[in-house]
């Protein structure tokens, strides 16, 4: 089935550790996307990627970083800067070359600092 | 400046009823706009979109309406349903370089009681 996927579901990380969540899709999609949702609140963008090898900074980058090394691989480091990455990341995916498609999101990893 | 806001964070309906949410947006450069879906611990899902050069676009129970002269769209659900009860995101896209990156509000709870 064509889709997009993340793993881990649930994540736990103690304080000062790097940690990795994977973000994979087989749709063929140009971009790829990180959101992070916190309690009431809505989807801020962390990073993005339009091209593979390529990838630009969204509204809340301090504390990640990412990769492109696949077209269908995006996935995304939470270094320890990041002061507080206790939070929902949402991964999504979507064609590029018209206005206004729309994006398709993995199921969520809920990563929580122990 | 937040450019997309739900002003309403949560709406409780009765079953049957319409049920009218709302999103307002700053950006004149927006030119597309979706509305999604979103369950708990799980990932939004698309539920439909309008383009700036429409006012209305339809799609079984959901329509939604653009007013582009008073930055405002909303999306009615007729008749409301239990199943409808979720978190509905509103999210805006604009042409150029990055046409492919959204911006979402904060969402709004919508309860459908029976």
């Known amino acids: 089935d064509g889709g997009i996927t993340q793993s881990p579901k649930y994540l736990f990380r103690k304080e000062g550790q790097n940690v990795t969540l994977s973000c994979e899709q087989n749709l063929n999609h140009d971009a790829m996307y990180w959101y992070r949702q916190d309690p009431g609140q809505g989807l801020r963008l962390i990073y993005y990627s339009q091209i593979v090898n390529d990838f630009q900074k969204g509204d809340i980058a301090e504390g990640y970083s990412v990769s492109r090394e696949k077209k269908e691989s995006f996935p995304l480091t939470v270094t320890s800067a990041q002061k507080n990455p206790t939070a929902f990341y949402l991964c999504?995916?979507?064609?590029?070359?018209?206005?206004?498609?729309?994006?398709?999101f993995g199921q969520g990893t809920r990563l929580t600092v122990v | 400046d937040q450019q997309v806001k739900q002003n309403s964070p949560s709406l409780s309906v009765q079953e049957g009823r319409i049920s009218i949410l709302n999103c307002d947006y700053t950006n004149s450069m927006f030119d597309y706009f979706l509305w999604y879906k979103k369950y708990p611990a799980e990932g939004p899902t698309f539920l439909i979109s309008i383009s700036s050069i429409k006012d209305k676009n339809e799609d079984g129970r959901f329509t939604v309406f653009l007013n582009k002269s008073a930055k405002h769209l909303s999306l009615h659900i007729v008749p409301s349903q239990p199943g409808d009860s979720a978190v509905y995101f509103c999210a805006a896209s604009g042409v150029g370089t990055n046409a492919g990156k959204s911006t979402f509000g904060d969402g709004t709870t919508l309860t459908v009681k029976p």
């Open positions: 999504a995916s979507k064609f590029l070359g018209r206005t206004g498609t729309e994006a398709f």
